[in-house]
């Protein structure tokens, strides 16, 4: 049986919450991270010693890191759609995953944090500014990706639109004023179309 350790609002647990939703296997979640504690305590931390969400634990077998979780479910899916068995879109989708986590989301933090879990006299503002104009940045690109293609790694739906998908959802509803970007907008929109999309990435932003 699958378990995973994880609060709803965190975007690293959505992509786990989410593939595992796409992929239909029973499993068991727990909350933990920040309100709801757990990942201090010496059993969560033999499992992941870095005291994050999420974890994933099957029948002994442990695993932290988000992006490797869901490649993990995904692999488990023989059929190589999720995780593709070509290996060029592979690598295209795990790209994607990649930037989602080194340049899109490292972009978007200060102004999530600054703008939804700090109070108002104790905003950044000049921090949230340059998260904003770093996010659109990285916006402009993946719209520009987006412009002609269905999913981030072509015509069907992979990890790589699970991982940036969270990512984005996150970034287009936070409180700032955003470009226009289509290819984005109706991208999200079609990840919102799908049941599991629906279910995990809720709105508000919390
Ligand atoms: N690279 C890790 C990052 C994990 C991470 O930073 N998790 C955050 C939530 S998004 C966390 O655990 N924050 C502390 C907490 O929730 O108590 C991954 O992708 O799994």
Same mark, same amino acid.
């Given at each position: 049986?699958?378990?995973?350790?994880?609060?709803?609002?965190?975007?690293?647990?959505?992509?786990?919450?989410?593939?595992?939703?796409?992929? $239909?296997?029973? /499993?068991?979640?727990?909350?933990?991270?920040?309100?709801?504690?757990?990942?201090? +305590?010496?059993? /969560?931390?033999?499992?992941? =010693?870095?005291?994050?969400?999420?974890?994933?634990?099957?029948? $002994?077998?442990?695993?932290?890191? *988000?992006?490797? &979780?869901?490649? /993990?479910?995904?692999?488990?899916?023989?059929?190589?759609?999720?995780?593709?068995?070509?290996?060029?879109?592979?690598?295209? !989708?795990?790209?994607?995953?990649?930037?989602?986590?080194? +340049?899109?989301? =490292?972009?978007? $933090?200060?102004?999530?944090?600054?703008?939804?879990?700090? =109070?108002?006299?104790?905003?950044?503002?000049?921090?949230?500014?340059?998260?904003?104009?770093? *996010?659109?940045?990285?916006?402009?690109?993946?719209?520009?990706?987006?412009?002609?293609?269905?999913?981030?790694?072509?015509? !069907?739906? +992979?990890?790589?639109? &699970?991982?940036?998908?969270?990512?984005?959802?996150?970034?287009?509803?936070?409180?700032?004023?955003?470009?226009?970007? %289509?290819? &984005?907008?109706?991208?999200?929109?079609?990840?919102?179309?799908?049941?599991?999309?629906?279910?995990?990435?809720?709105? %508000? &932003?919390?």
């Amino acid at each position: 049986m699958l378990k995973l350790w994880g609060r709803t609002n965190s975007i690293n647990v959505q992509k786990v919450h989410w593939c595992l939703e796409e992929l $239909g296997l029973p /499993y068991e979640r727990v909350d933990a991270g920040r309100q709801f504690g757990i990942v201090d +305590t010496p059993e /969560y931390r033999r499992m992941n =010693p870095n005291g994050l969400v999420p974890t994933l634990e099957e029948d $002994g077998f442990v695993l932290w890191e *988000s992006n490797a &979780i869901v490649r /993990y479910l995904a692999a488990k899916r023989a059929d190589g759609s999720l995780w593709p068995s070509d290996p060029r879109i592979r690598a295209d !989708a795990d790209r994607w995953m990649d930037w989602q986590c080194t +340049t899109f989301t =490292p972009a978007t $933090g200060p102004a999530f944090h600054g703008l939804i879990r700090t =109070p108002p006299e104790s905003r950044d503002k000049a921090a949230i500014a340059q998260s904003v104009a770093k *996010s659109e940045a990285s916006a402009a690109i993946l719209d520009a990706h987006l412009s002609g293609r269905r999913f981030v790694a072509g015509d !069907a739906f +992979t990890v790589g639109d &699970i991982a940036v998908g969270a990512a984005a959802h996150r970034w287009l509803n936070l409180p700032v004023a955003r470009e226009k970007r %289509p290819n &984005i907008e109706r991208w999200h929109a079609e990840l919102l179309a799908r049941p599991a999309g629906a279910k995990v990435l809720v709105t %508000p &932003i919390t």
